[in-house]
């Protein structure tokens, strides 16, 4: 039996971005803790078939395919949530993108697409949240995943780590608006993790080797390492804790 304080029955959790990868293995950590979810995608036949396989192992779920960095598009997926019923109690904004390239050669098109994606959806899918939670009067949870960018800069991913850093900074900002509706906002930075997204780094022997001298746990971290700090941060058991972010990385950046 769980203990009462990581119970999530009764809740609902909207996670962007989670037909695969860190987003999935979050949702699925929620599903686990008794939350409802609401799945988010760009891809709706990845994003139905996903909604299946979660649906087959016993999990209430539910599928919202929306572009998370068009305005329209998130006001009206929220129009279409209330509509039927809905209440994002959870919002986990993990949608994201990443874009290896030297500075000098980056276009403003390049720049703008991963800072788009990364950090403005934050803003815009937390508004659209926050606004209902704070009419609702019964508080609620924000986790805004993050980076060891939001941290340190590593060459040729500058715009993500503009955006991992700006996700930090707007996870203080969401707290300092919206402790005062019952409404904690907290962030979770992810090391380096064994995601489709990194398939070319790990087959990388160098990088590989990097990141494994680097990291004390002297391993790639799995994505279903994310989901106990998330059903923390998403549960009563994080009920003072505002503003913060955690990194869950083997130890990286605790050690030089």
Request: a neutral charge; hydrophobic letters at 50%.
């Amino acid at each position: 039996m769980s203990h009462p304080l990581f119970n999530l029955a009764g809740k609902t959790a909207l996670v962007t971005g989670s037909s695969r990868g860190l987003g999935l293995a979050i949702a699925e950590g929620l599903a686990q803790a008794g939350a409802a979810l609401v799945l988010n995608g760009v891809d709706k036949e990845r994003l139905a078939q996903t909604a299946s396989a979660l649906q087959a192992k016993g999990y209430s779920v539910q599928a919202a395919a929306f572009d998370v960095t068009d305005e329209a598009a998130v006001v009206a997926a929220f129009n279409r949530l209330d509509a039927a019923g809905t209440q994002v109690d959870i919002l986990v904004n993990n949608a994201g993108i990443q874009l290896r390239k030297p500075l000098v050669e980056l276009s403003l098109a390049e720049w703008d697409k991963v800072i788009h994606t990364n950090l403005t959806s934050a803003f815009l899918v937390g508004r659209e949240a926050a606004r209902r939670m704070i009419q609702r009067g019964q508080g609620g949870k924000v986790i805004n995943i993050g980076s060891l960018t939001s941290e340190a800069a590593r060459a040729t991913v500058a715009p993500y780590t503009a955006a991992k850093g700006g996700v930090k900074m707007l996870t203080r900002a969401m707290a300092a608006e919206w402790a005062e509706h019952g409404i904690q906002a907290n962030a979770i930075g992810p090391g380096y993790m064994a995601t489709e997204m990194n398939t070319a780094l790990l087959q990388n022997p160098a990088f590989d080797a990097w990141v494994k001298g680097r990291t004390p746990a002297r391993r790639w971290g799995r994505p279903d390492e994310l989901a106990g700090t998330a059903v923390y941060l998403a549960s009563a058991a994080s009920d003072y804790v505002n503003g913060q972010i955690i990194y869950v990385d083997g130890g990286m950046l605790a050690v030089l």
